[in-house]
C-alpha cells in the first residue's frame, strides 16, 4: 500500500512538473535582430502571476529605424505539454494562443483566420540566451519575418 501510493505521488509530481515553464524562461530579456528585414531591438519579461496559474509575457519590439514600435501582453496557461493563452497588443490587437511546449521550446501558433496567423518559436539555448523565431501563414506556408536573440538583463 505505501509503495502504491508513493508511485501515485511521484507521478502526480511528474505530471506538475510538466505542467511549467522551465524557471530558466522567467525574468527580463533583451534581444536584438530583424524583424521585417530591418534590424530591430526587442525585450520580453516572463512571470507567473495569478496565484501562479498564469504566465504573463510583457514584450516590446521595436525597428531601430524609428518606422515601428509595439508592446504586447501574452497569458499563457500550461497543461502537460498543452499551452493555451491570449495575446493583447498596442496595434489594438488581440487573438488567442495555442501551442506546445517541448523540453525547452515553446511553440505558439496566434491569430484568427479572420485576420492574421502566425507561430512564435521561444527555444532557450542556455539559462542566460533565448532565441525567438516568429513566422506569418501566407498562403498556407509559414514566412519568417523576425528573429532576435535574446540575454538575459542582468538586475
Request: aromatic share 14%.
Amino acid at each position: 500500500m505505501k509503495k502504491t501510493i508513493l508511485i501515485l505521488i511521484a507521478g502526480l509530481i511528474t505530471i506538475s512538473a510538466k505542467a511549467q515553464l522551465p524557471e530558466s524562461f522567467l525574468g527580463k530579456w533583451e534581444g536584438s535582430g530583424s524583424l521585417y528585414n530591418t534590424e530591430a531591438t526587442f525585450g520580453m519579461e516572463w512571470e507567473k502571476v495569478l496565484n501562479n496559474k498564469f504566465y504573463r509575457l510583457d514584450f516590446m519590439n521595436a525597428l531601430n529605424n524609428g518606422a515601428f514600435s509595439m508592446v504586447a501582453h501574452g497569458y499563457y496557461q500550461i497543461e502537460g505539454d498543452s499551452v493555451t493563452g491570449y495575446w493583447l497588443d498596442s496595434r489594438g490587437v488581440s487573438f488567442p494562443l495555442s501551442g506546445t511546449l517541448d523540453n525547452l521550446t515553446l511553440t505558439i501558433y496566434w491569430g484568427t483566420v479572420d485576420f492574421e496567423q502566425g507561430r512564435t518559436e521561444y527555444t532557450l539555448l542556455n539559462s542566460d540566451e533565448m532565441e525567438v523565431t516568429d513566422f506569418v501563414l501566407r498562403n498556407g506556408e509559414y514566412a519568417q519575418f523576425g528573429k532576435a536573440i535574446y540575454q538575459r538583463k542582468k538586475e
